[in-house]
Structure formats: structure tokens, C-alpha cells
């Protein structure tokens, strides 16, 4: 399961929803990550979920997961400049080692 | 309750030489892996060590090693340098080696000169 894939660029206007999409390849995958980079820095865990879950919801972020499809989203509302970021997917295999994507650039205008 | 931690923050080292990163994981936590991310990628598992043995290892060569002490920290040695090396090394915690929850530091940068 090491084919994570994103799309690279994201831009929203402030107090917009933003939603970014993920797929991976590994069926077997045991939990889903969503991690938030800032310029510098290192990987912020923003959420994670089971991989039997469909969704999880955590004050401004939504999780879904089609597992049928090997499609993950995260959908963050309300989105404001301090979310300004990269955001990556991860999945995670039973041993615990996770497979990233590239990483999607959120862009929030004022 | 202290996060996960790394030292140094940056280092410069010049090509063919060694060096040694460290990492203290986050309280309670017994499981470390470690993770390269070159400049615009996503971070690309080394390894994983779990009660001081590396459980498993990501296709990187033997250049890369590692160990982990009986207080759970870790470190991480790269020998004989390259400049493709230069990347920004991440430490990650968990518990158990396989749960949900991981947790990084904040990485060392290494430029390799």
C-alpha cells in the first residue's frame, strides 16, 4: 500500500469550506491520517480514522472515507488564513509505518 | 507533557562525513520510526524501532542506521554522506508500534555541502 496520491494545489476564500481529497491503494491499511505542515516545521497529526469508520468529525473537520472507492477527504470549514498550510494524507499499515502523498499547498485569501 | 523532541535543530555537514540525530519520543510512548522528506515530498519511512530492535525498515541502504535506548529515545546515524542526503529528518512517537495515534517532532534539517 505505498501509492498515496493528492492533488497539489488548493486555494479558498476565507470563511469557505475546504475540501481535500486522497486516495491510496492499500486495502489492508489499518487507520487514515490527515497531518498539517507549516513552512519549517514539522507534521501536526490534525485527525485520524479507523479504517471501518465512514466518517469522523472533530469540531471544524470532517473526515469521510469510502473504502470501497480507497478515497479520503477533509473538509475543514469555516477556513481561515491560520490554515494556510500543507496538508498531507497518510495511511497507516498494521506495523504502524505510514505511506504519504505529496502533500496538497492550502491557500486561504483574505 | 513533553511532545516529541529532536536535536539538533539544523546541521551542516559536508559530503562523506557522518552524522548522528536524536530523538526523545513523547511521554509514554515506546515506539520511534523515522522519516526523510526531501524538499516538496511527502516524508518516506527509514525505520522503526520497538523495544530497542529495528521492527522494520524502509528502502533506504545500510548507510542509514539506527538505535534506540531503554528509555525509549533514539537516534539516528548516516555514514559517508551525500549531498542527496540533505533533507529535513523526522522522529515520530507512538505506543505499541502499531497505534492509531503518532505523533512527530519538529525534524532536523541536514544540508549536506
Known amino acids: 500500500g505505498e501509492d498515496v496520491e493528492q492533488s497539489l494545489f488548493l486555494s479558498v476564500r476565507e470563511g469557505d469550506s475546504s475540501v481535500i481529497n486522497c486516495t491510496y491503494t492499500d486495502s489492508s491499511s489499518t487507520y487514515l491520517y490527515w497531518y498539517k505542515q507549516e513552512p519549517g516545521a514539522g507534521l501536526q497529526l490534525l485527525t485520524y480514522i479507523f479504517s471501518n469508520m465512514d466518517m469522523k468529525q472533530d469540531q471544524r473537520l470532517t473526515v469521510l472515507l469510502n473504502k470501497k472507492d480507497k478515497h479520503l477527504s477533509l473538509r475543514i470549514a469555516d477556513t481561515q488564513t491560520g490554515d494556510s498550510a500543507i496538508y498531507f494524507c497518510?495511511?497507516?499499515?498494521?506495523?504502524?509505518?505510514?505511506?504519504f502523498g505529496r502533500g496538497t499547498q492550502l491557500t486561504v485569501w483574505p | 507533557d513533553a511532545g516529541v523532541t529532536q536535536s539538533p535543530t539544523h546541521l551542516i555537514k559536508t559530503r562523506g562525513q557522518q552524522v548522528t540525530l536524536r530523538c526523545s519520543p513523547k511521554s509514554g510512548h515506546d515506539t520511534v520510526s523515522w522519516y526523510q522528506q526531501a524538499l516538496g515530498q511527502g516524508p518516506q519511512f527509514i525505520f522503526q524501532y520497538y523495544e530497542e530492535e529495528e521492527r522494520q525498515r524502509g528502502n533506504f541502504p545500510d548507510r542509514f542506521s539506527g538505535h534506540q535506548f531503554p528509555n525509549y529515545s533514539s537516534e539516528l546515524n548516516v555514514n559517508a554522506l551525500l549531498l542527496g542526503d540533505s533533507a529535513l529528518y523526522l522522529c515520530?512517537?507512538?505506543?505499541?508500534?502499531?497505534?492509531?495515534?503518532?505523533?512527530f517532532g519538529p525534524g532536523t534539517r541536514l544540508t549536506v555541502t
Open positions: 515520530a512517537s507512538s505506543l505499541g508500534g502499531a497505534s492509531s495515534e503518532q505523533y
Open positions: 497518510a495511511e497507516g499499515s498494521t506495523l504502524g509505518r505510514l505511506y
